[in-house]
């Protein structure tokens, strides 16, 4: 999943990864809980996100390593906010080759900038500041929109303006059939998709 700050991928992450019973993987998230748990990890990463940039690659790309390689992503996973850079799609590649792995693809969710700016002002996480959420957008311009292009074969553009429903069945409207049904993948034979109650 990957976006602008404040396109809404977090809540839409969260929705998608329970429809698709997939964990979900969030690296803001990450690194927002070793932060509350005060653990160096957390310590080390506070002043970057403080300051809107960007955790540098090698302890961003360790913190990932790390979660991937849990058994209970065998069968698939739901990555937020990662990579967000050329060189962290990388070391993705080369992980993700490494755990016999792929991305089935790669979600963009689109919301122009007067509407992202508001959004954000009206969240209020301590990260949530004017300067630090143009700081934020700069780095996404500059760093993380490149990336719309190294993973244009597989990129998946959602319009983020609506309602959290609205946008969720949008997504699901486009992403569904290219996790679920590409033939020949091993987690390709529905059973990812927990039964409808
Ligand atoms: P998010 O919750 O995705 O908005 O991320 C919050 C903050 O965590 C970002 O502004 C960055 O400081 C940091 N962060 C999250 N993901 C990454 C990443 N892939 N690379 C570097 N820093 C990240």
Same mark, same amino acid.
């Given at each position: 999943m990957m976006g602008p700050p404040g396109a809404g991928k977090g809540t839409q992450a969260v929705r998608l990864s329970e429809r698709f019973g997939t964990p979900h993987i969030s690296t803001g998230e990450l690194f927002r809980n070793n932060l509350e748990k005060g653990t160096a990890l957390g310590t080390e990463a506070r002043r970057y996100i403080d300051a809107g940039e960007l955790v540098p690659d090698e302890i961003t790309v360790g913190m990932v390593r790390d979660r991937l390689?849990?058994?209970?992503v065998e069968q698939g996973f739901l990555l937020d906010g990662?990579?967000?850079?050329t060189l962290q799609a990388n070391h993705l590649s080369a992980l993700l080759a490494e755990l016999d792995q792929r991305l089935d693809a790669v979600v963009l969710f689109e919301v122009d900038d007067d509407e992202l700016i508001a959004r954000l002002l009206s969240?209020? +996480?301590?990260?949530?500041?004017e300067d630090v959420i143009r700081n934020r957008q700069q780095i996404y311009r500059r760093e993380t929109a490149p990336l719309i292009d190294y993973y244009r074969d597989i990129l998946v553009i959602v319009d983020?303006?609506?309602s959290v429903d609205e946008i969720n069945d949008r997504a699901l409207g486009q992403i569904t059939d290219l996790v679920?049904?590409?033939?020949?993948?091993?987690? +390709?034979?529905?059973?990812r998709l927990p039964p409808q109650t």
């Open positions: 390689g849990h058994p209970e990662f990579p967000r850079n969240r209020g +996480r301590s990260d949530d500041t983020a303006v609506g679920m049904d590409t033939p020949g993948h091993p987690a +390709r034979n529905g059973s």
